[in-house]
């Protein structure tokens, strides 16, 4: 006899974040003095997100104006077109900047080839730049 294959119902349900962590991952107050756009792509570039991630990413951050709002938004195939990664590899760097709160969608149901995204940096990522650079 074979065991029967799990279905969603049985998966345990999500955690939901606390209120401390949804705290820690809204979007951070720039400082004076600085684009949100410049920050954003400091941040980006020392991360520890995969390659194809901050490429990506770096990619997204071009169209973006000082105040990270995407008014020209290059969609998927834009992305394609200016990295040269296949839509796969796109869609899971877009995935992970969504999950580690890099970017967010006007409307999160929307697929990846027609949403529109902006740029945020997370209150911790900010703050831990911040000291980084406060100690350089």
């Known amino acids: 006899m074979t065991t029967p294959r799990p279905t ?3 998966m345990p349900p999500r955690v ?3 209120a401390a962590d949804r705290q820690l991952l809204a979007p951070a107050t720039i400082p004076g003095g600085r684009s949100l756009r410049s920050l954003w792509e400091e941040t980006v570039l020392h991360s520890n997100m995969p390659t194809n991630a901050r490429f990506v990413g770096i990619a997204l951050a071009t169209h973006a104006d000082a105040a990270g709002q995407i008014a020209q938004q290059p969609r998927l195939l834009g992305l394609q077109h200016e990295t040269g990664l296949h839509v ?3 869609a899971v760097a877009l995935t992970t ?6 970017i967010r969608q006007t409307r999160p149901t929307d697929r990846y080839e027609t949403a529109d ?4 940096i997370p209150k911790a990522v900010m ?3 911040l000291r980084k650079a406060a100690q350089a």
Do not use: D, E
């Open 8 to 10: 969603p119902a049985l």
């Open 16 to 18: 939901t974040a606390s």
């Open 88 to 90: 796969k590899q796109i």
């Open 97 to 102: 900047l969504r999950s580690r709160h890099f």
């Open 117 to 120: 995204f902006y740029l945020t």
């Open 127 to 129: 703050a831990r730049h």
